[in-house]
């Protein structure tokens, strides 16, 4: 308790950010509106064209236009928050406001073996590492797959990976699948783990994910999902892949609002066939780069956007899917933590509530446990950081000031030994020795102690087991899906 | 006489309205028709294409600069004389079946025309029969199949497998591209040629052509 009134006294709990205006994020959030109602998008998948017809949309063949009141009342229904649970059932993830977690990506077409360094086609047991290393990471919330499993049969690599990753980690797993088949054992397996399938949807512990395709283009395998999450009450992540000058206008404001809009086409199925399910928008908005072509994950305009998208997201209350940790470098290099540095602080500082693709190398073409584990110490960083500087008489600590007098030092006072923990951050890899410290300790790199740090995390770490019955009932699961998908690709 | 620098300066410039006067006056003006392409609209489209490679143009200018040599094409190739050809080659592209991703195909035919290439564009969604009718009407020099996700990227392996089918396969050659598409996966799928970029893609069907 202070000992005097304080009138008009406002005190900073976290650092303050804003890239864009309240005015701003709603005439963006108003634009979106207008291009949906106006030019509508295409949807090629007939039951949720079926959905949107009955939600109020103009469907003329795939055409849809949505009434800007359509679109308002599903984004007034869609809840501010959405709650993930680890694989025990204990509440983890608490999407809302301004609180923010990091996780990996999916789906990455190469993988930098631990190892070695090559950089190869990913493979299950990679997604055991990946799992491993995530439930293992202090700062990592959740996991994602950091790569398509290639040596498994390809129709069904989504069940593997999931039935790798979940076998691994407590965390929450937020995962990709080809199509509804696939969901639907996907689903299946999640339920066998967590008791049942309204446990899950109760306390789930995963979330559905898919990409529409910008600009303005659903494909059936993508909302097709956005459509089942709402049937089956489960969380959805509907995140499109922006790229400003490429599939969007080059303007940043306008890839903002064609973003939210693609999002919104989602969200408005899915709310129309569960009012309140658990929804979250995102994605990757960022830049094509004009020269190489590539879609950049490290470009100053892929930082604006990303705190753009999520101060948008912030202002439509609706918990949002971001993006940090990565980098347009081919290699675990200077370029690679800078990147993923400043990344993770703008995402921290916008109030990103999901962060994903922490991980994500050269592009977002290669998954890498040594960006994620960089990535980890970053996040402790930046925790420390957002937390700001606390204000008050027991922290500006006059007192201790007066005792000590000038010319004394702090070493040894009480005060110091209750606070200096709390008040500052120890890293793990990052290097404070002096010179000869150094030295002795092998002179190494960031780059060399990461590495040793991952190989150290695979080889040491044991995840909690699942019970045995539930791990027969997963093989269960995956061998009658190879059995499916024998049958298919025989056809 | 004609102003073939000042026709290549606007060809470089992306001013689509220029080349196509330009180009026209030049037609009034009695000029060669070959001339206005080799020396006009096809050097100032080269100069573009090195500039390109050397990161001193940008895409976006690169495709104003082939909308514009385009439309002075389309004023002087009905001129052309028997035999005569604007075109080193005809490639017939499309995106897989199932598959709606077609940005990278989109830019991959953009720089395919402005290296006087034939472009036929299937579009997205194209199934292994479209392709055969296709090679069948068109008779292309090459094939180009794009495709950005994993489990569409086997329809490659079966249009090529229709190919073969149809004793079609030895009378072209077929180039591959998109993120999954590896260079290893087109040896598996006996592809001619990958690669990894637009730019590249066009140079690697000019090798196979040549």
Request: proline share 4%.
């Amino acid at each position: 308790m202070e000992e005097m009134v304080r009138a008009n006294y406002m005190a900073n709990q976290s650092v303050n950010f804003s890239m864009l205006s309240e005015n701003e994020r709603e005439r963006i959030y108003l634009a979106a509106l207008e291009i949906l109602e106006r030019t509508g998008a295409v949807v090629h998948d007939e039951e949720t064209l079926e959905v949107l017809a009955d939600a109020g949309c103009w469907v003329e063949d795939n055409r849809v236009r949505i009434p800007s009141g359509v679109t308002q009342a599903a984004v007034n229904s869609a809840p501010s928050r959405v709650v993930f649970c680890d694989r025990n059932g204990e509440r983890k993830i608490i999407a809302e406001g301004d609180k923010v977690y990091f996780g990996p990506g999916p789906t990455n077409n190469y993988y930098i073996d631990p190892h070695t360094g090559e950089r190869r086609d990913p493979k299950k047991e990679d997604k055991v590492d990946v799992a491993k290393t995530c439930d293992y990471l202090p700062n990592i919330d959740y996991v994602m797959d950091l790569g398509t499993p290639k040596d498994v049969q390809t129709g069904i690599s989504d069940i593997h990976s999931f039935d790798a990753m979940v076998r691994n980690t407590t965390k929450p797993i937020f995962h990709w699948g080809f199509d509804i088949d696939q969901y639907e054992d996907i689903i299946e397996m999640a339920a066998v783990v967590a008791g049942g399938m309204e446990e899950l949807q109760k306390r789930p512990f995963i979330a559905l994910y898919s990409e529409p395709t910008p600009p303005l283009v659903h494909s059936e395998e993508a909302i097709a999902k956005a459509t089942y999450a709402g049937k089956h009450k489960l969380p959805i992540i509907y995140t499109p892949c922006v790229m400003s000058g490429g599939t969007a206008p080059a303007t940043l404001a306008a890839t903002l609002a064609l973003g939210v809009a693609d999002s919104l086409v989602g969200l408005v199925a899915n709310q129309h066939l569960n009012k309140g399910n658990p929804f979250i928008m995102g994605g990757v908005y960022t830049i094509m780069d004009m020269n190489t072509t590539v879609f950049s994950y490290g470009s100053p305009e892929f930082l604006a956007l990303q705190a753009g998208i999520a101060e948008v997201a912030s202002y439509m209350e609706i918990p949002v899917f971001g993006t940090a940790g990565c980098t347009d470098s081919c290699t675990l290099d200077g370029q690679a933590a800078g990147e993923a540095a400043m990344s993770i602080l703008i995402a921290a500082q916008a109030g990103a509530n999901v962060v994903h693709d922490v991980g994500y190398t050269e592009y977002g073409s290669t998954g890498s446990l040594y960006q994620l584990v960089m990535g980890d110490e970053i996040i402790g960083m930046v925790k420390r950081f957002m937390e700001g500087i606390k204000v008050d008489a027991e922290h500006l600590a006059i007192e201790v000031i007066d005792q000590v007098g000038p010319g004394g030092h702090f070493l040894g006072q009480e005060h110091t030994s209750k606070h200096f923990k709390n008040e500052t951050w120890f890293p793990d890899l990052i290097n404070r020795q002096r010179y000869s410290g150094w030295q002795a300790a092998g002179a190494t790199t960031m780059g060399e102690r990461i590495i040793e740090k991952t190989q150290r995390i695979l080889a040491e770490h044991e995840p909690e087991p699942l019970d045995d019955a539930v791990l027969k009932e997963l093989d269960r699961i995956v061998a009658r899906a190879e059995e499916r998908e024998r049958q298919r690709t025989k056809k | 006489m004609a102003d073939f620098e000042r026709l290549s300066e606007e060809v470089i410039a992306g001013s689509v309205d220029e080349v196509a006067e330009l180009t026209q006056e030049a037609i009034d003006g009695g000029a060669e028709p070959k001339e206005i392409i080799n020396q006009g609209l096809i050097n100032g489209m080269s100069i573009v294409g090195q500039r390109f490679k050397e990161g001193d143009m940008f895409v976006p200018e690169v495709m104003m600069a082939a909308k514009a040599m385009k439309g002075g094409m389309e004023l002087v190739e009905p001129l052309l004389a028997e035999g005569d050809t604007s075109t080193v080659g005809t490639v017939v592209l499309g995106t897989v079946a199932g598959d709606l991703h077609d940005i990278g195909k989109n830019l991959v035919a953009m720089m395919m025309e402005s290296a006087s290439l034939k472009v036929v564009d299937l579009g997205i969604d194209v199934d292994p029969a479209e392709f055969v009718e296709a090679v069948k009407e068109h008779q292309p020099d090459v094939l180009g199949m794009s495709a950005l996700l994993t489990t569409t990227m086997l329809e490659m392996q079966n249009t090529i497998e229709l190919l073969e089918e149809e004793g079609l396969r030895d009378s072209l050659k077929v180039i591959i591209g998109g993120a999954p598409v590896t260079p290893d996966f087109g040896e598996e799928i006996g592809a001619d040629a990958w690669a990894p970029d637009a730019a590249s893609a066009k140079d690697k069907v000019l090798e196979l052509i040549d």
